[in-house]
């Protein structure tokens, strides 16, 4: 594990944007919950199953990603490989509901969360961050 003392800065900044992109993962979830009750966003999305599924789905990513972000602060390797698997998962899902529903109230999220979770992306697995992690 890394030595705190020599984190830089870069770190401290994706392990609070990794926090942001899963709170956003949460949040386009907690949105998609609330439009369960509307029928022309749950036919949007084939039906209300498919709804809720996709909005459990973006929750459990979002808290997963909320959870191990501390890790990042630590050095933890572990953290970072599962922070990157889940912003991979987070891209590929936002850019999906992005695509296939962008009639919908939460599209905007979606590409909110894919810009952020580039942005961790390249954070993590810049030069200096890489340094840190090996250290």
Do not use: C
Not at 7 to 34: C, E, K, N, Q
Not at 60 to 86: P, S
Not at 97 to 113: C, D, K, M, N, Q
């Amino acid at each position: 594990m890394a030595d705190r003392s020599l984190r830089p800065a870069g770190v401290t900044v994706v392990a609070v944007i990794a926090w942001i992109s899963g709170a956003l993962d949460m949040i386009s979830g907690i949105i998609m919950l609330f439009m369960l009750p509307v029928a022309s966003v749950v036919e949007q999305y084939g039906g209300s199953g498919q709804l809720l599924a996709a909005a459990i789905g973006s929750i459990i990513v979002g808290l997963i990603t909320v959870i191990v972000a501390g890790g990042l602060l630590n050095g933890n390797q572990a953290a970072r490989m599962i922070v990157t698997v889940l912003q991979v998962f987070s891209i590929i899902g936002s850019l999906f509901f992005a695509i296939a529903y962008r009639e919908t109230p939460t599209a905007w999220t979606e590409w909110l969360g894919i810009l952020v979770a580039v942005v961790v992306l390249i954070l993590l697995w810049s030069r200096k961050a890489s340094a840190f992690f090996r250290s």
